[in-house]
């Protein structure tokens, strides 16, 4: 089983950019897909950006397309979610998500295929 822990949220001012970082622990990352994914208060959870097991294949919303991007760095067991030019509208806790994977370059949008989640953590852009 593996455990994720997301740091590196904050408060930031429009236009601004965050790094997340979703850390690992307890099972190499490298047999998981991971995902990042947002909530905001009163709103469902909605995906943000996944990446396979592989690290070629990506995907994002298209609200945060060419603004944010996923990576990943197996060697240090972790994922990482850069954010640039923030909006308002992306204040959200922001969740990483971990989804056991047999092929390397698959990957999931929706949180219901994630099996394990991390705390999250709180992002702010004021305007």
């Known amino acids: 089983q593996v455990q994720l822990v997301e740091s590196g949220g904050g408060l930031v001012q429009a236009g601004g950019s965050l790094r997340l970082s979703c850390a690992a622990s307890?099972?190499?990352?490298?047999?998981?897909?991971m995902g990042w994914f947002r909530q905001a208060p009163g709103k469902e959870r909605e995906f943000v950006a996944a990446?396979?097991?592989?690290?070629?294949?990506?995907a994002y919303v298209d609200s945060v397309k060419g603004r944010f991007t996923i990576s990943r760095d197996n060697a240090k067991n972790t994922v990482y979610l850069q954010m640039n030019s923030l909006k308002p509208e992306d204040t959200a806790v922001y969740y990483c998500?971990?989804?056991?994977?047999?092929?390397?370059?698959?990957?999931?949008?929706?949180?219901?295929?994630?099996?394990?989640w991390g705390q999250g953590t709180q992002v702010t852009v004021s305007s």
């Open positions: 998500a971990a989804k056991f994977s047999t092929g390397s370059y698959t990957y999931s949008t929706s949180p219901h295929e994630y099996a394990y």
């Open positions: 990446i396979a097991r592989s690290g070629d294949h990506t």
């Open positions: 307890g099972r190499t990352l490298t047999i998981y897909a």
